[in-house]
């Protein structure tokens, strides 16, 4: 079954805390998937995220509605469980982050969840990281090497993030 709705999203840099808020999203009620790995994220979205994230990032997508066709697929896989078409509805994986803008131009109505973490958590910690790693260098043109760069990387990603919600999405809070 499709939704009526546009979706919640939660994302943020891996590690941040969006498995605690996408708890809280399904205690209040809000399906969140049934196909969820142990930090809560929608497992129809992992090969998705992987296949186009750096592409995206990189602007080198030749063609987007493949992207979108791909991502629509995968909506449709992770909404099969859902009761009702007018039933609130989401997805979380850390990622998602990295997808504003794309996710945005789909669901104009989207809400986004961006959870912060103090940094400097994220900058020490081998937890997160690889999925970080493999999306750095077309963020920032360079490698993870050093505990300063990853946390020059957390400025980035939770500052565009900011930025576009500031600017383009519709404030609830």
């Known amino acids: 079954?499709?939704?009526?709705?546009?979706?919640?999203?939660?994302?943020?840099?891996?590690?941040?805390?969006?498995?605690?808020?996408?708890?809280?999203?399904?205690?209040?009620?809000?399906?969140?998937?049934?196909?969820?790995?142990?930090?809560?994220?929608?497992?129809?979205?992992?090969?998705?995220?992987?296949?186009?994230?750096?592409?995206?990032?990189?602007?080198?997508?030749?063609?987007?509605?493949?992207?979108?066709?791909?991502?629509?697929?995968?909506?449709?896989?992770h909404l099969k469980n859902l009761s009702r078409e007018d039933m609130k509805w989401g997805f979380k994986n850390p990622r998602s982050i990295l997808l504003l803008q794309f996710f945005h131009q789909i669901y104009p109505e989207m809400k986004f969840l961006h959870v912060v973490r103090d940094g400097r958590d994220m900058a020490y910690s081998k937890e997160g990281v690889p999925q970080l790693e493999m999306h750095a260098p077309f963020i920032m043109n360079k490698k993870l090497d050093e505990p300063i760069n990853k946390l020059h990387l957390w400025t980035k990603i939770n500052f565009d993030a900011a930025n576009y919600g500031n600017n383009k999405l519709k404030k609830i809070i």
């Open 1 to 77: 079954m499709i939704s009526k709705l546009d979706p919640i999203i939660i994302g943020g840099t891996p590690g941040s805390g969006t498995r605690v808020f996408c708890q809280i999203c399904k205690d209040a009620g809000i399906f969140m998937g049934t196909n969820l790995n142990f930090s809560n994220d929608a497992l129809e979205f992992i090969n998705f995220y992987d296949k186009w994230i750096n592409d995206w990032l990189s602007n080198k997508i030749e063609e987007k509605k493949t992207m979108r066709d791909d991502f629509h697929r995968c909506v449709l896989e």
